[in-house]
């Protein structure tokens, strides 16, 4: 808004054109950018302040700030850093629970199948015996019938009698065998209970160690989130100063004791002053009242 197009306005308003709303909403925008334009004026000028005595709270204020900013970024910078660090601690620690068992984990593979093999072998005895004794119980139920029948002495008794012998002797065979193989399961079952004692006891330090790194890595989040709770609530005080010192500049920019400080910001400062004046003609265009009236 300039002066001529304000002049425009109030002959318009004479005639009944009048847009209260379209100018406060201008206004209210400008006053937005302004703001912000004092804010950068402020951090554009406020280290050439010192010697400004209506500005030494700020200026006194912003350098003790800005020694506490900086800390506060290698605060965070350093935290970054551990915290990486953690990250790559942790994913090697998850490779080592895995690597660490590698071997025991391989070897406990061979001994399950060493396992299954020897209960298979079990039930094939139990099975096969079951059928012997079947036989056996039936040979001797034939014998006595023929006993009966025909006497002690015939050539199918006889025949009856060796295989008798003979599935005494299968079934003799197969129950030491079957003594071997209980051993042999006992004895994998003992060394697979070893071994899982012995992978859970590496894992269980593996674990350990992982728990430091995750306590660690507790602690680091922590720390990071309330040094940068600390750095915004920081900057913020920081960008109200900066915003004072702007706002002061702009006011007494002409005075010679601001100008060595305003001298090399006039282009913005002009544009600041130009945005001012708009925002200024657009209130009084809305229907706000002021004591100088542009």
Do not use: C
Not at 196 to 224: C, F, M, P, W
């Amino acid at each position: 808004m300039t002066q001529t197009r304000y002049l425009l306005w109030r002959i318009a308003q004479t005639f009944g054109i009048s847009m209260h709303q379209r100018h406060a909403g201008h206004a209210a925008a400008e006053t937005h950018l302004l703001r912000e334009a004092e804010e950068i004026l402020g951090r554009l000028t406020w280290a050439d302040a010192e010697n400004l005595e209506d500005l030494s709270v700020e200026y006194w204020s912003l350098r003790r700030m800005v020694t506490k900013h900086e800390a506060i970024l290698g605060n965070i910078e350093s935290a970054n850093v551990s915290l990486q660090k953690s990250h790559d601690h942790r994913a090697e620690l998850l490779g080592m629970v895995v690597d660490s068992t590698k071997d025991l984990v391989e070897e406990r593979t061979a001994l399950e199948q060493t396992n299954e093999r020897l209960n298979s072998e079990h039930k094939m005895i139990v099975s096969d015996a079951r059928a012997i004794r079947r036989r056996h119980d039936g040979i001797k139920a034939k014998l006595e019938v023929l006993v009966g029948e025909g006497g002690p002495h015939s050539p199918e008794l006889d025949a009856s009698k060796q295989e008798l012998l003979g599935l005494k002797k299968q079934f003799n065979t197969l129950r030491d065998r079957r003594d071997i193989v209980v051993d042999e399961l006992k004895s994998v079952e003992h060394a697979l209970n070893n071994i899982e004692t012995r992978i859970e006891t590496r894992r269980s330090e593996v674990r350990d160690e992982a728990l430091g790194s995750y306590q660690n890595l507790g602690k680091v989040n922590r720390d990071l989130s309330s040094n940068r709770v600390e750095l915004g609530s920081l900057e913020s005080q920081m960008n109200t100063l900066f915003s004072e010192i702007g706002r002061y500049v702009l006011a007494h920019h002409r005075e010679p004791s601001v100008t060595k400080v305003a001298s090399a910001h006039y282009s913005l400062i002009n544009q600041m002053s130009a945005l001012d004046l708009s925002i200024k003609l657009n209130r009084s265009l809305s229907g706000e009242r002021y004591e100088t009236a542009p």
